[in-house]
């Protein structure tokens, strides 16, 4: 009869369980037990332990292709010298995710390219690494998403389970004003959320300037009040970083609202 070979059982055993890592490192580690001297627990440790290591990164991973960047940007790739007057210390303590624990929101306001969404995917990114569900999505396709749940009766169900996804982020708050409708059911996803699940919300427009987009300043307030309650408002500065060697200073746009202020 022939001898008992442990690393088939392993391999039988780590396929059963799906989890082939678990095979792969059995049997490269166990001549590195033998050397050194492993006792059994060590070895069992050594190879449980690159498999949750394994895991974690492909389910970090997974959340972070699932979220719907439209790319990926790091908070360490930000150019904090073009937005000397941000904090440093700010972003990173954001980038920890305490606020996510606390259902606490964010937003970043300031004119377009001054590297707001930038922040906003880097803190998202940081986010799924550290276990949480993360959706990224314009405004206006956020709208359209509620617009199309609504018509299909199924809004209230659409708003629960957006509100298990641990942070939402609303990239481009102001850019297009909304119909009333519109602002409605942005209301109804912002307040959805309020004290129960975090957001990102980028604009470039001022608070006062919100009733403008939603064309209700009634609704815009109590969106506010719901957003600000609890949450870090950060004011980026200056002209755009996409157009710093182009000659241009600042888009039309923001040169316009500037004129009207």
């Known amino acids: 009869m022939g001898a008992v070979d442990p690393l088939k059982d392993i391999e039988h055993?780590?396929?059963v369980m799906k989890a082939p890592r678990i095979r792969e490192s059995a049997a490269r580690l166990a001549e590195q037990a033998r050397s050194d001297g492993w006792s059994?627990?060590?070895?069992?440790?050594?190879?449980?332990?690159?498999e949750v290591t394994a895991r974690e990164s492909s389910g970090t991973q997974n959340r972070i292709r699932l979220a719907g960047f439209p790319t990926r940007k790091s908070l360490e790739e930000f150019n904090f010298d073009y937005q000397p007057s941000l904090s440093r210390e700010m972003v990173a303590y954001l980038g920890t995710g305490v606020f996510l624990t606390q259902a606490r929101n964010?937003?970043?306001l300031g004119p377009p390219g001054t590297g707001k969404?930038?922040?906003?995917?880097g803190l998202g990114i940081k986010a799924a690494q550290s276990g949480h569900r993360v959706a990224f999505a314009t405004a206006?396709?956020?709208?359209?998403?509620l617009k199309a749940?609504?018509?299909g009766g199924k809004l209230p169900a659409e708003l629960a389970r957006l509100r298990q996804i641990g942070l939402i982020i609303v990239d481009e708050v102001g850019y297009i004003p909304f119909e009333q409708d519109a602002a409605n059911l942005f209301f109804q996803l912002v307040s959805s959320r309020?004290?129960?699940a975090s957001l990102i919300l980028t604009s470039n427009l001022p608070f006062v300037r919100w009733g403008d987009v939603f064309g209700d300043q009634a609704v815009a307030a109590a969106m506010i009040d719901r957003i600000v309650h609890h949450a870090e408002v950060l004011t980026l500065k200056g002209a755009s970083?996409?157009?710093?060697?182009?000659?241009?200073?600042?888009?039309?746009?923001?040169?316009a609202d500037n004129a009207a202020q």
């Open 13 to 15: 055993y780590a396929q």
């Open 40 to 50: 059994h627990e060590d070895y069992l440790a050594a190879v449980l332990s690159r």
């Open 106 to 108: 964010v937003v970043l």
């Open 117 to 121: 969404t930038h922040l906003a995917i």
């Open 140 to 145: 206006v396709d956020w709208v359209a998403r």
């Open 149 to 151: 749940a609504h018509a």
């Open 194 to 196: 309020y004290e129960h």
């Open 241 to 255: 970083y996409r157009l710093r060697n182009t000659g241009i200073d600042t888009l039309p746009s923001v040169r």
